[in-house]
């Protein structure tokens, strides 16, 4: 069975500092593994999706890692920005596609 | 081009009445996914329609149930409400198996 965890469940840093997000999993077979974004009360917005054949994908601030041998992936956000608050949620699909999602960390950026 | 949309965006209902949520996927995608989220948790996979079938379901119980129309658009019907099933429901679509999964804004239901 597929499970997904992320640690710390919540994070607070001041502005300007690199924020590093873990994300382990215990399945360690040939699966994507997306990151995304949701503000309070809100739907979840994609950030960063590596394809299993990937160790990495950038997008501006935000540069993910994804080790299958390890079980882990990491969210590097550069630069931190209050507007980075937010919550942000690591998921794995298993077959079919359905995802299965971290219980993601609570992130603030303090100005 | 418009994203994946719920209605409504904020239901309450009683404790033993029924609720019905409704999504439309994004422009172009087949495959409609309907997840719960938990206050302080993440989402859960409640079931997958494809073609107007149930492809996948999730650890759910059967007051739970979906259905797929032909233009793909999606609802979620929940029976004899819980006090347990006040949570985000939340919609994702995507074209048959791609990866990239595409999330509506959600409803919020509230059982009293």
């Known amino acids: 069975k597929q499970e997904v965890t992320q640690i710390p469940a919540a994070l607070s840093v001041p502005e300007g500092e690199n924020l590093v997000l873990n994300c382990s999993f215990t399945?360690?077979?040939?699966?994507?593994l997306q990151w995304f974004r949701q503000d309070p009360g809100k739907g979840l917005t994609s950030l960063l999706l590596i394809q299993s054949s990937q160790r990495e994908q950038t997008s501006g601030r935000l540069n993910a890692s994804l080790d299958k041998s390890s079980g882990r992936s990491t969210l590097y956000i550069a630069a931190s920005q209050p507007g980075d608050s937010a919550t942000y949620l690591c998921a794995r699909p298993a077959a079919g596609n359905k995802l299965t999602f971290g219980g993601g960390t609570r992130v603030l950026v303090k100005p | 081009d418009a994203g994946v949309t719920q209605s409504p965006t904020h239901l309450i209902k009683t404790r033993g009445q029924q609720v019905t949520l409704r999504c439309s996927p994004k422009?172009?995608?087949?495959?409609v996914s309907w997840y719960q989220q938990a206050l302080g948790q993440g989402p859960q996979f409640i079931f997958q329609?494809?073609?107007?079938?149930?492809?996948q379901r999730g650890n759910f119980p059967d007051r739970f149930s979906g259905h797929q129309f032909p233009n793909y658009s999606s609802e979620l019907n929940v029976n004899a409400l819980l006090l347990g099933d006040s949570a985000l429901y939340l919609c994702a679509s995507t074209l048959d198996r791609a990866e990239e999964q595409y999330f509506g804004p959600g409803t919020r239901l509230t059982v009293t």
């Open positions: 422009s172009g995608h087949d495959t």
């Open positions: 329609y494809y073609e107007e079938e149930e492809r």
């Open positions: 399945d360690s077979a040939i699966y994507n």
